[in-house]
């Protein structure tokens, strides 16, 4: 479906160069927001395999809450 612009109230369809610019930048925000969520589930995995880490070395939850900022999700 073509894209339309609104100017003074009058729809104009987009030119061939406006509709290659919107599919570029359609594109490129497909890719940030992809490259955004890769790097929240890769921070969150750190910090949950961090938290197992230091559990197995002996220390307490409140102790690891204590020193990292880390709180394990609750469980339902």
Known sequence: MPRIKMID???YP???E????ADTEEAE???????RKEKE??????????NK???DLGLTQDEVT???G????EEL
């Open 9 to 11: 109230g009058i729809e």
């Open 14 to 16: 987009y030119t061939a």
């Open 18 to 21: 406006e509709e290659i610019q």
């Open 29 to 35: 925000a497909k890719v940030e927001i992809n490259a």
């Open 41 to 50: 589930t890769l921070k969150e995995t750190d910090a949950k395999n961090g």
């Open 53 to 55: 880490k230091l559990l």
């Open 66 to 68: 204590a020193m990292t």
């Open 70 to 73: 880390y709180k394990p999700p």
